[in-house]
């Protein structure tokens, strides 16, 4: 040792000197499977006219619909494919669900857009049990 070395010890007491990130007790993990309520959300293509009537018109259906709160919306993939979510084929719920997302939240106080060129291509998928229940109340079908 030379004049001025830091001699380093072991300042912790005997029994936690051993102490590891391992514990000492078995460890029961669960992960919780993928819902199985995947909704998909696809416009058919063509440019729906968003008149005034129209769009009062979906704001009723959606105050019917009772839809609170926000939901989160994910463009579909091919991991959401695989797992089949039905395909709303409702007009109403769609147009409600697409124009009123933004960024990928679905939130139901959100009003409407009144673009309708944003629904060019626009497939977005949500797990979200409250919006699978008003898909699967409505026209749907399996998305392949």
Do not use: K
Not at 4 to 27: F, H, K, Y
Not at 57 to 78: K, M, R, S
Not at 100 to 118: E, H, K, M, N, V
């Amino acid at each position: 040792m030379q004049p001025g070395d830091i001699l380093c010890e072991n300042t912790l007491p005997g029994s936690l000197a051993n102490m590891s990130a391992r514990p000492r007790t078995p460890v029961s993990r669960q992960v919780r499977p993928i819902r199985d309520t995947w909704v998909a959300f696809t416009w058919s293509g063509f440019r729906p006219r968003l008149t005034n009537e129209r769009l009062a018109a979906l704001d009723a259906a959606w105050a019917a619909f009772g839809f609170t709160g926000c939901a989160l919306l994910q463009p579909v993939n091919e991991t959401v494919r695989r797992l089949s979510p039905l395909e709303c084929r409702d007009d109403d719920v769609v147009l409600n669900v697409l124009l009123r997302s933004r960024s990928g939240i679905l939130l139901g106080t959100s009003p409407l857009l009144d673009d309708a060129s944003i629904l060019r291509g626009l497939v977005l998928a949500s797990d979200d049990p409250r919006l699978y229940a008003i898909v699967s109340s409505r026209s749907h079908r399996r998305l392949r």
